[in-house]
């Protein structure tokens, strides 16, 4: 009933930069927080940054001041906004929203985006 596509991955030079998106579709009634994830081979998914719906914004520490997380409502659309990107940003990129369907308005639950790749070349 809900469906998340994300854009915007791809091969980037190191010091490169790539924006991402991700629009949700379906019975929705509320978006709260909406997030990205990234996981690189071997190792567990990270938060890599989120944003609620007030607009206030998490980022890790490994990520600050390079990226921008940011949201546009009526489009049930979040985005990520990567600059200085390094190699060891290489990962696939997973969007994640908290969601409150048409059918059920009490509680939310976390719906996930299919995955981009992002990788960036030394």
């Known amino acids: 009933q809900v469906q998340l596509v994300e854009s915007g991955g791809g091969l980037v030079q190191s010091g490169g930069s790539l924006r991402l998106s991700c629009a949700a579709s379906?019975?929705?009634?509320?978006?709260?927080?909406m997030a990205w994830y990234r996981q690189a081979p071997g190792q567990q998914r990270e938060l890599v940054a989120a944003?609620?719906?007030?607009?206030?914004?998490t980022y890790a520490d490994s990520v600050k001041g390079r990226f921008t997380i940011s949201r546009d409502n009526a489009k049930n659309t979040v985005y990520l906004q990567m600059n200085s990107l390094k190699p060891e940003d290489t990962a696939v990129y997973y969007c994640?929203?908290?969601?409150?369907?048409?059918?059920?308005?009490?509680?939310?639950?976390?719906?996930w985006g299919q995955g981009t790749q992002v990788t960036v070349s030394s």
């Open positions: 994640q929203f908290n969601i409150m369907t048409m059918r059920d308005r009490l509680l939310e639950y976390p719906y």
């Open positions: 379906g019975n929705i009634f509320i978006i709260n927080t």
């Open positions: 944003i609620t719906s007030g607009g206030s914004t």
